[in-house]
């Protein structure tokens, strides 16, 4: 790899340096030494090549020494404004990615910012102040793959509307799309929509983003719980593409100041797919946001979700009580519904009356009666709750517990006998107390009717692909309390076709489980804050998120990165 004078000539000198900050040892300097004798190759590359350490840390290395920003490209979006000012061919001959432009600055990702002659190029074609930063080569080259193919591969259905801005042919509007018939496949808008949908759902989205902007529509999917930018369209072309999806969803077509939702139906791949459609009136127009159901992946199994083995034993233990609340806590898109479905799929039996009301029902399961929230109709948790107490059930599933009424309904029938199953907005399973009292729930009810409390987060597998070690820095093991395990590396992903370039592919959870014994009834009756709760658990063997996730990276099925990300 050719380099500039200047990182050149830092590389022959880093050897002593690594040497002493522990990166590595005075045998592997001494080796690579005599290497170079027989090679042109700088010390850094062969240091790399002999698996002393990794491009990454030479890159970070390289960016301390010379006072440039290193950027690991997996963290950034490409503001596709700046990309699109230069041409693939430039962006590979120099290897180079533009990452965004503000204010007449473009600020692009180099394999050598020192590279004058790259720099030059940029600043006559985009007419701005050029600011180099440091990226590796691979990750350059997969963000350009990543870029350049998804729009290359779009822009053919695009390309398409070009005489026929509206997509509809020789006569009608967007209004009057029908859904679908042999008459009217060949039509560029209705093939551009249904490639998304195909090219979202292949590649395991779980939504897709429409979002104007002023002067185009942006597409984005979010895929293992991380938006990625996946084309542009035209702004010209943003009144057909989303009037074609309201269509499908039997929305109101004329109306367009109003939020809406509607939901879509297709079979792609002999999967059935259901699309949960949401629109919202932004400033440049409709926003939409499709949420991805595959109805073929209903029946997931509690063993398949993550769970330590001593954590899945508790959390089953208390699933078999006759009565009681159970809560499963974490943010929005951590997994909590999956962990309820999973849940109720295991206990389902002929012998129970199993009774839901969701917001939305998002799986239809067999043998379990599934109710869902309608504000219009009246239908809300509480209102459905208290209906649902006087249908006989076994167990009930509330969605989600919002506010006083539901909150204090659900307590009722846990103390009535019923088995109730919920969710809660919360950083942490201690945290689920408090936010109960502050909903104006007795202490004494909740630990009297709280069994167990569920804490979770979701964290993107390595891609089984690409996956590698690596050495990690000694902070990383530090962060994940991990100071008795030094010796053992950590994992990644180079990012490959199988994972879109990401070096993740799939996700699984990290868990804490809070049980109630009675050390933690009694902090519950003394309103002692979440932070006592928690030390108090921690104390009689409860693992947190954090050490679950650690053990995780241990085993190399995820990153540090990861667990940092949600933990």
Known sequence: MMQSKVISSFLEKIGDDLVERNIITRSQFEQARLEKEKTEENMGEILVRLGFTDQDRINRYIGDGLQIPYLELEHYDIDPSAADLIDESIARKYRIIPLFEIENVITIAMVDPFD?????????????????????????????????????????????????????????SAEDLPDGGAQIDDRPIIKLVDSIFTDAVKKGSSDIHIEPESDKVRIRYRIDGVLHDVSIIDKEHQPAVISRIKFMAKMDIGQRRMPQDGKIHRLIDDRKIDFRVSTYPIVYGEKVVLRILDLSSVRVKLDDLGFDPKVLGQYREAAALSNGIILVTGPTGSGKTTTLYATLNEINSNDLNIVTIEDPVEYEMRGINQGQVDVKAG?????????????????????????????????????????????????????????????????????????????????????????????????????????????????????????????????????????????????????????????????????????????????????????????
């Open 379 to 567: 239908v809300t948790f509480a209102s459905a709750l208290r209906a649902i107490v006087r249908q006989d059930p076994d167990v009930i599933l509330v969605g989600e517990i919002r506010d006083h009424e539901t909150a204090e309904l659900a307590v009722r029938a846990a103390l009535t006998g019923h088995l109730v199953f919920s969710t809660l907005h919360t950083n942490t399973a201690s945290g689920s107390v408090s936010r109960l009292v502050d909903m104006d729930v007795e202490p004494f009810l909740l630990a009297s009717t709280i069994k167990g409390v569920i804490g979770q987060r979701l964290v993107r597998l390595i891609c089984g692909e690409c996956r590698h070690e690596y050495r990690p820095e000694e902070r990383e093991y530090e962060l994940l309390g991990l100071d008795g395990h030094r010796s053992k590396p950590f994992f990644r992903g180079n990012g490959c076709r199988a994972c879109n370039s990401t070096g993740y592919r799939g996700r699984i959870g990290i868990y804490e489980y809070l049980e109630m014994n009675d050390e933690i009834r009694g902090l519950v009756l003394e309103k002692v804050p979440d932070t006592v709760i928690q030390a108090s658990a921690i104390r009689r063997g409860m693992r947190t998120m954090r050490m679950d996730g650690a053990d995780k990276v241990l085993r190399g099925l995820t990153t540090f990165q990861e667990v940092m990300r949600v933990s």
């Open 116 to 172: 004058i002659f790259a720099i030059e190029k940029i600043r006559g074609i985009t007419n701005m102040v050029v600011e180099p930063v440091l990226a590796g080569e691979k990750d350059i080259l997969k963000a350009i793959d990543s870029y350049w193919g998804e729009k290359t591969r779009m822009d053919e259905f695009i390309g398409g509307l070009a005489g026929d801005p509206s997509g509809q042919g020789s006569g009608g």
